[in-house]
């Protein structure tokens, strides 16, 4: 059961091609390129071509055997013809190549593919490559080089030029697949296959839209996780929409939005064309950086300063060399060679000198990545030096990328450097750039640890009042919040908010601010004005009763005279929040489609538009990812010791961002939020303002209808977790898998006995690599659910000393089948704890989550020769059953 659902898609072993006749006179031009694209040899498994006839498809004279692949390159009207006898060939997959197919013509192919098992690559697609096979399904042009990079890819016009590029580069792939509009085989879909593919050991991605967020962040995620995954999305949109009712609707778009999601993804995202064939070249070199410093080698100044400058632009660091292997490389450089910053051979350096650069910092420690620049020089031998490149790359361990700098004097050169799968560069700035680019991957790894629970670990908000504050203003049949019900909303999460009244004539407005004490401010409070500043609805620091009944009343007519129509429900006093040196920022909140909610952060104030400082994360926020978007906002400059005030309350900012998390997990009827301002100091923090519009609860993102449905990342479940006796005396622990189990699930895997690693992985593995160790504790909660059970006993500490430590007795896990009514399971337990309940309790919680799910069956593979597993089996209630095609596994199901 380990074979991918869409190998025999892309690893098909036969095929069948579905083509016009060759004479035929009005064939479509991608049947006559496919046709073309198969001509090729290269492709080692079973081919045959029917052709078609005028009146229909004509099925092969002589008895196909049953095949993996369908393809189909024929008129519109022809094509359903052609997959109906492709299912009749019982073919488990198809692609359908060509353009123009439209959204109801694609849904009728799509049911015939889901009615007969198939799945569907198309319509409008280009179709795919597989150099490994030698296969070119595609009317793509000719077979890609094989190489180690993956290309996905929206455009067809996009694909052909990547692949014509990388063919005078050099650049290799794994595989090329066109993805078009309506296609059955989704990016989700081909993410799953690509992160499991051995060929495949980067990804690159171009798009224009997705239409289900929550599988493809899930799909992208469990990639990520394993690979590098560079993405180029076009179509951006402008921050803003008119209908906005929030300054954080107002000053954030759709791209914003897509770059947070990118990042909890961790995937890189590329602005350019430039940038992807950049990207493209570091990751076909198969080196990944460990880190931020790259070390720039030169023979000229100039070029080695504009690499240190690009290196600073964009937030990488200046790799130096340590003093004690600076001292023993000077030597063996000319006289005029400076290592103060750059390794600047100067304009006399030649192979050797190069060579023994090379050597010392690949040896450096401190040094991730190196930079090579070479400048045309009288008398220099630029194809020697190349060669010094070409001979080192195999031994040097970290990236290396080239910069051969001028024109066609440096072909040869840079012949070599490709030769040698070396990413080569014409200017400093695009290396540069593409370092980075690769580099950013491997900083986002810090994200995976980061799955943070719905509630964080402060008091428990009153859930019930938020509710009923949302229902009583649904049943108005209102959308907007008023002030008060805003921050009455706030107070049920914990979130300080300024102490705030109604008043409805200018007496009660004197008698509030007389018993709070001065100053106050006023605020008009109508839930049809969005901008209280805007029609002079805001007075400050009122300093006495006189004063307020004053401004009550001029702000009621100004109120009045700017916007007739609003209706008024009075004036709300507050007293003036004290912070002599407090910074006003902004927390926010707004729902992207499709991406859902998203929590906002930036500079605040009357001047919040004009700032536009923004930064966001998808939730759910913990500690440290809250840390991470304020960090990204420019006012962070602002929240140390600053201009003679102290430094802030972090945590007290951070536990803010934890409430609006919180809120945004639990409270799907929010659609827009703003705090603005807020206002922190050294003593915490507190809201001033807020401004919330909610809407009904919606049903989830397509279909989901868990209490979860509305994120686009599902939160750690913390609700699966308890305390359970253990037969014999004790208790253990059941919960879901969390990324900081792996040495855990390590150690217990290290412990099994040989028979218990061969029931569980089918083959005799003794440990856990770390890819593999990654997929198993870096789940996406969506599509997969691991239950571990823990154990605490006594045991000698990482520093030596007695006390207690956790250890990982069981894990049990499902992952959800293709079809996405079903799922696959897997169950382990030490085996000094075999017979004492563990692994029925294992299973029977994998279940229920699976059932919460909305999953219909749970299946999986058990070795014939596994008595003990398949007695559990029966005790559960699974079904036993012969698998055909492997008689030593046993097929068990249980109905959920």
């Known amino acids: 059961m380990d074979k991918h659902y869409l190998t025999p898609l892309l690893s098909p072993q036969s095929i069948v091609a579905f083509l016009p006749p060759a004479e035929a006179s009005d064939a479509p031009a991608h049947a006559d390129a496919l046709r073309h694209a198969l001509a090729s040899p290269g492709f080692r498994g079973r081919l045959v071509i029917v052709e ?11 008895p196909v055997e049953p095949t993996d692949l369908a393809l189909i390159a024929l008129p519109p009207a022809q094509i359903a013809a052609a997959l109906e006898s492709a299912a009749r060939l019982d073919c488990k997959a198809a692609v359908v190549l ?98 499991n593919d051995a060929q495949t050991h980067s990804i690159v991605m171009y798009f224009e839209g997705i239409s289900d967020a929550r599988r493809f962040l899930s799909a992208l995620r469990s990639a990520a996780i394993v690979k590098p995954v560079v993405v180029l999305k076009a179509g951006r949109k402008p921050a803003g929409n008119e209908a906005a009712q929030t300054h954080s609707a107002t000053i ?64 990488l660091e200046l790799g130096k060399l340590a003093p004690d292997v600076a001292a023993a490389l000077q030597p063996r ?107 950013t991957f491997y900083q986002n790894q ?88 805007d029609v002079e609805g805001v007075a400050l620091n009122i300093v006495n009763g006189a004063n307020v009944r004053d401004a009550f009343e001029d702000m009621m007519r100004n109120v009045t005279r700017l916007q007739p129509t609003a209706r008024i429900n009075g004036v709300t006093v507050q007293k003036m929040a004290r912070a002599h040196r407090g910074r006003e920022i902004y927390v926010g909140l707004v729902t992207d489609a499709p991406f859902g909610p998203v929590i906002t952060f930036g500079a605040g104030g009357t001047m919040i538009e004009l ?113 359970v006796p253990l037969h014999g005396g004790g208790e253990y622990m059941v919960r879901p898998i969390r990324p900081d189990d792996a040495e855990m699930l390590r150690d217990m895997v290290r412990d099994l006995s040989p028979e218990s690693r061969y029931f569980r992985f089918v083959s005799s593995r003794a440990d856990l690599p770390p890819t593999m160790l990654a997929r198993f504790t ?22 030596g000393h007695e006390g207690e430590r956790e250890r990982v ?24 704890f075999n017979g004492k309940g563990i692994g029925s309790r294992l299973m029977q919680g994998i279940m229920d989550v699976a059932r919460e799910r909305g999953l219909r069956e749970i299946n999986g593979m058990v070795l014939a020769n596994n008595p003990g597993m398949l007695k559990l089996m029966r005790s559960l209630g699974f079904s036993i059953h012969p698998y055909p095609e492997d008689p030593d596994f046993r097929l068990v199901v249980h109905a959920l």
Request: with cysteine; charged share 20%; hydrophobic share 45%.
């Open 778 to 799: 870096l789940i996406d909660y969506d599509r997969e659910m691991a239950l571990v059970a823990v154990l605490r006993e006594r045991g000698t500490g990482e520093a």
């Open 446 to 533: 810090q994200l995976l640890q980061q799955t943070p629970p719905p509630l964080s670990a402060l008091a428990t908000p009153d859930l019930e009042c938020a509710r009923l504050v949302i229902e009583s203003v649904l049943a108005e049949r209102r959308h907007v919040l008023t002030e008060m019900e805003s921050k009455a909303l706030l107070a049920a999460f914990h979130i300080p908010v300024t102490h705030t009244a109604l008043a409805r004539n200018a007496n009660e407005a004197m008698l509030l601010a007389s018993q709070m004490g001065f100053p106050v401010a006023l605020k008009i409070d109508s839930p049809d004005i969005s901008h209280k500043s």
């Open 809 to 832: 007795i069981g894990v049990s896990r499902y992952v959800t089948n293709p079809d996405r009514t079903s799922c696959e399971f897997a169950l382990v337990v030490a085996d000094e």
């Open 333 to 439: 450089l000319p006289p005029q060679a400076s290592l103060t910053d750059l390794v600047d051979l100067s304009e006399d350096a030649g192979p050797d000198h190069y060579r023994a650069a090379l050597e010392a910092t690949s040896h450096d420690p401190g040094i991730a990545g190196v930079l090579v620049i070479h400048s045309p020089k009288v008398g220099a031998d630029s194809e020697a030096c190349a060669q010094v490149l070409a001979g080192a790359q195999r031994n040097i361990g970290k990236p290396l990328l080239s910069c051969w700098m001028g024109d066609a004097s440096m072909d040869a050169a840079r012949s070599i450097l490709a030769s040698a799968d070396i990413p080569s560069f014409r200017t400093p700035e695009a290396a540069v750039g593409a370092f980075g680019n690769v580099a």
């Open 52 to 62: 078609t006839a005028m009146n229909g498809i004509a099925m092969p004279s002589a």
């Open 98 to 195: 060509g353009s123009g197919i439209g959204a109801d013509h694609a849904t009728e192919l799509k049911a015939i593919a889901q009615r007969e098992n198939m799945q569907l690559l198309g319509p409008n697609t280009l179709g795919f490559q597989r150099p490994v096979l030698g296969l070119n399904a595609s009317a793509a042009g000719p077979l890609a080089k094989q190489g180690p990079l993956a290309l996905v890819s929206q455009s067809g016009a996009l694909t052909a030029s990547m692949l014509d590029w990388a063919a005078k580069n050099g650049v290799g792939f794994s595989t090329v697949v066109g993805v078009g509009p309506q296609t059955g085989v989704d990016l989700p879909d081909l993410l799953d296959f690509l992160a």
């Open 611 to 723: 700032l536009a400082d923004r930064a966001m994360e998808l939730p759910p926020l913990n500690q440290f990812l809250g840390r991470s978007l304020i960090q990204r906002a420019r006012v962070a400059e602002t929240l140390g010791p600053w201009r003679g005030a102290p430094a802030i309350a972090m945590e007290a900012l951070e536990q803010l961002l934890l409430r609006v998390s919180e809120m945004a997990c639990e409270l799907p009827q929010l659609r827009e939020m703003d705090m603005n301002p807020v206002i922190v100091d050294e003593s915490g923090a507190v809201a001033v303002d807020a401004r919330i519009v909610i809407g009904p609860a919606h049903g989830g993102m397509h279909g989901d209808h868990g209490r979860y449905g509305h994120l686009a990342i599902h939160p750690y479940p913390a609700n699966h977790s308890e305390i």
């Open 252 to 315: 954030v778009g759709t791209d914003d939005v897509f770059d947070a999601a990118l990042r909890r993804a961790w995937a890189v995202r590329v602005r350019s064309f430039v940038e992807l064939f950049s990207a493209s070249k570091c990751l076909a070199s198969r080196y990944r950086p460990v880190g931020r410093r790259l070390a720039v080698i030169t023979n000229g100044g100039g070029p080695g300063v504009l690499a240190a400058d690009w290196i600073s632009e964009i937030g």
